[in-house]
């Protein structure tokens, strides 16, 4: 077939000349694809004009429910691009990593997005800033999407996860995107597009794709664009100091090369469990995807007196692996991407031999299921260096497949120095029963490293491994691995959004935020705010309780139904020594308890239930004879529409007899969107 690409609302073939894109197990042609003669800049311009705004124009919430019916639709597609990633050399656990990963995280984008963020356009990022003393001039961050496209270049380990999970975090944001899958497994890609499309989900122009080379795509980008890049280190920096990119100081988040260590700890000797967990662990990461992950283990760090056991366990283990055709029963290993990806992975074996002996892998001589010729198969190859502190090639070459060098280290500070010296990775992990150990290596590898795992025998079952980037947690490292970040949940999707610093009066900012700022004007809701159903209650809705003193009995019947008798609630001379309080005082939770009482009102309404409290703090010091009330400010609002309610914040402050704040927090309850009639 030959692969088309989807730009301004159609299919469309490229011109000029095409490349065959082959089954990685048997050579045979798979599909075409070109696209040469394609309007980049219309692409680029529908992307903004059209997808850009229909997504501007839905909630938070809505987008998030949209990826959400997006991700289950494309369950039940399972079967067919299972079928299709076979040619890309993925085996079936491979293939699951791909394809119900990169579903999965969207799910999980579309959940944290319902959760975590608000039903709204705008996102506040943190709280108010005063800026005077008066508390009429504050400061609020707003987030909101950028105006442009979010441009996606892919590695071609990954077809469906390595577009999932930029894509996701890009439209819960509200930015359209186009995407380039590298061209030799894009035929996956496209497929899964296709169905995406065929959906109806997404609003038009919010998903544009691209088979085959960019063209002048780089030339129209302007400074509302992201890049997202997966890929070459040398790609990244052409694409990086392109003159549009350049001039228009466009975004761009890259993740390249890697060489990714994992240290066993001094610790893990033989017989130990974290001694077996880092033998599966390095196997395993040689072998899934062939070894051609951004995250694989590429340096086995251990102790110099532990290097024969590994060696000797990971020569066992790796002998049992089957390689071949993935499509053939028992097959752990399938091949490389092309015959071209396994040329290049040899000629950087080659290098690294020149400081490494080759321990395991004939490449010459294995055993293979499959057609040998056709196939870009390789054997897992393991290397063992027993002089890195002078080595070069070990710590600089990356050979992106079934490649792993085993490097003794003599101490602590040389396990970390030579982690360190691949000058920034994705991804480092420990293995080791000392939490102490964890604690100084973890520090040491962190400001390399974009995220550290740590393996000990309590934590295995449920590891999700070396190589897994997580949804909620960033994806991406410093320096040679590119100086980017994805992924990091609601992270991931802020940086596809401007970060504004709006100042001005907190009736503005309320305005601008939909969020309640404290000094703006409070609304007469004309009836108890707690009997208004979700869509009749206003922001800045307040309500004022009357006074009620506290007393000694009030204080020590509460220590009575609690079991708090603290000294500083029930003994006036030992209160007295107190330097915050100077005698005795009530508890803070009967302050809120009692502060409850003054503005719940009791009967069945609207008010479903509360769920909550946040950013309480206890202001001043409540004494026996000290009066407080309550004001309760409907504050902020988000909508459950699929669920018949709505979340609201309230602003709580409890002051005393001389209008001093003694607490303040935001009560969080959820009320219904229906009238609730009184019961005849």
């Not at 946040?614 to 504050?635: A, M, Q, S, Y």
């Not at 909508?639 to 602003?651: C, I, Q, Y």
Request: hydrophobic share 45%; proline share 4%.
């Amino acid at each position: 077939m030959r692969l088309q690409s989807y730009l301004q609302g159609r299919w469309q073939d490229g011109g000029g000349a095409a490349a065959a894109l082959r089954d990685a197990s048997t050579g045979a042609v798979v599909a075409e694809a070109a696209a040469g003669g394609l309007d980049f800049a219309a692409a680029l311009a529908f992307a903004r004009g059209t997808g850009g705004a229909a997504l501007r124009a839905m909630t938070f919430h809505e987008r998030a429910a949209m990826l959400r019916a997006l991700g289950k639709r494309l369950f039940d597609f399972k079967d067919e691009f299972y079928a299709l990633s076979y040619a890309t050399g993925a085996t079936k656990s491979d293939s699951w990593i791909d394809i119900d990963g990169g579903i999965g995280t969207m799910l999980v984008f579309a959940s944290k997005g319902a959760r975590e963020l608000p039903n709204s356009r705008v996102f506040l990022d943190g709280g108010v800033e005063g800026l005077s003393k008066g508390g009429t001039f504050v400061g609020q961050h707003v987030c909101t999407p950028l105006e442009g496209v979010a441009v996606h270049i892919n590695a071609f380990n990954f077809p469906v996860w390595g577009m999932l999970e930029k894509l996701a975090p890009a439209l819960l944001a509200g930015v359209p995107a186009v995407v380039k899958p590298a061209t030799a497994t894009s035929y996956l890609t496209e497929r899964v597009v296709r169905r995406i499309l065929e959906t109806g989900l997404l609003p038009a122009g919010a998903l544009q794709l691209i088979c085959g080379s960019v063209g002048d795509l780089f030339d129209h980008l302007g400074c509302q664009d992201v890049v997202s890049f997966t890929g070459s280190a040398a790609t990244a920096a052409k694409l990086r100091t392109h003159p549009a990119v350049v001039a228009s100081s466009v975004r761009f988040v890259a993740e390249t090369d890697s060489l990714n260590s994992s240290i066993l700890g001094a610790d893990a000797a033989p017989g130990t469990p974290e001694f077996d967990l880092f033998v599966a662990e390095v196997a395993r990461e040689m072998t899934v995807k062939a070894g051609q992950k951004c995250t694989a283990i590429r340096k086995a760090l251990v102790p110099h007196g532990l290097l024969a056991d590994v060696v000797g366990a990971l020569q066992a283990r790796l002998a049992k692996t089957v390689v071949g055709d993935p499509r053939v029963e028992g097959v752990r290993m399938g091949p490389l991407a092309s015959l071209a990806q396994r040329e290049e992975v040899l000629g950087r074996v080659a290098e690294l031999r020149h400081e490494a002996e080759l321990v395991c892998g004939d490449v010459r001589n294995f055993a293979v299921e499959g057609d040998r010729e056709r196939g870009a198969f390789l054997p897992p190859i393991l290397l063992l260096c027993r002089d890195a502190a002078s080595s070069r090639a070990v710590h600089s070459v990356e050979a992106f497949g079934p490649v792993s060098t085993v490097i003794g280290y003599r101490d602590d500070d040389d396990a970390i120095e030579l982690a360190r010296r691949g000058e920034g990775s994705l991804a480092g992990s420990v293995f080791t029963a000392d939490d102490a150990l964890a604690a100084r290596l973890v520090l040491g590898l962190a400001p390399y490293h974009g995220r550290v795992l740590v393996v000990n025998r309590h934590c295995a079952k449920e590891s999700t491994g070396h190589g897994s980037p997580l949804a909620p947690l960033v994806h991406g490292g410093p320096g040679r691995a590119g100086g980017g970040e994805e992924l990091g949940g609601i992270r991931g999707v802020l940086h596809y959004m401007q970060r504004t610093a709006v100042q001005g009066s907190p009736d503005t900012i309320t305005a601008v935020g939909g969020r309640w700022v404290r000094g703006g004007t409070e609304r007469d809701p004309g009836a108890h705010p707690f009997r208004k159903p979700f869509h009749a209650l206003a922001i800045g809705d307040t309500f004022r309780s009357a006074e009620r003193e506290v007393t000694v009995a009030d204080i020590e019947a509460f220590a009575a139904l609690s079991g708090d008798r603290f000294y500083a609630h029930m003994d006036e001379r030992e209160a007295a020594r107190n330097p915050l309080f100077g005698g005795r005082v009530a508890h803070g939770y009967f302050l809120i308890s009692v502060a409850a009482g003054l503005f719940v009102d009791p009967a069945y309404g609207p008010v479903l239930g509360n769920y909550g409290l946040d950013n309480l703090r206890f202001v001043k010091p409540v004494k026996p004879g000290d009066r407080i009330k309550v004001r309760l400010t409907c504050r902020e609002k988000s909508l459950r529409a699929d669920k018949g309610w709505g979340e609201v914040s309230w602003d709580t402050e409890i002051t005393n007899q001389a209008g001093e704040t003694v607490a303040s927090y935001h009560v969080l309850t959820m009320v219904s969107v229906h009238d609730i009639p009184d019961r005849a």
